[in-house]
């Protein structure tokens, strides 16, 4: 298999989050990932892609949000960032501590370490925040 790159520039509006879904999913289908691994493609970019949207940029549309999309014959590399002031995903709260087991937020990262193979968050040197995320076949 030939590497594959899509990369698109999204505005920080709630409608940008399907685009980037549908994306990605059409990327890991063509990269031959499975039902299981699209699914968990779909719902890891889901909430990076929300969390970019309304954490990040804030639903500023002056701010953009940035998905990368890059399949090889292994492995699906997902990239997006946003140009907020960024955060420590060790400080987010443990959705499954007893506390916290009946908030109606705080579930994205948990689901994007839960359903991608690896997940990191590094600042871009140009500001924001870049979450990269891989899937293997």
């Known amino acids: 298999m030939t590497e594959e790159t899509v990369e698109l520039i999204l505005p920080s509006r709630i409608e940008a989050i399907n685009e980037a879904v549908t994306a990605a999913t059409d990327a890991a289908r063509r990269a031959g990932l499975g039902d299981d691994a699209l699914f968990g493609v779909e719902m890891a970019v889901r909430e990076a892609v929300t969390n970019a949207v309304l954490h990040g940029n804030r639903e500023d549309e002056g701010k953009p949000v940035e998905l990368g999309l890059t399949s090889s014959g292994s492995e699906l590399v997902i990239t997006i960032r946003d140009r907020g002031e960024g955060f420590d995903p060790g400080a987010v709260d443990d959705p499954t501590a007893e506390q916290n087991l009946l908030k109606t937020s705080g579930r994205g990262i ?7 193979d690896e997940v990191r968050w590094e600042p871009h040197p140009q500001g924001g925040m870049v979450v990269r995320m891989s899937k293997k076949r």
Request: hydrophobic share 70%.
């Open 110 to 116: 948990l689901f994007m370490r839960n359903f991608m």
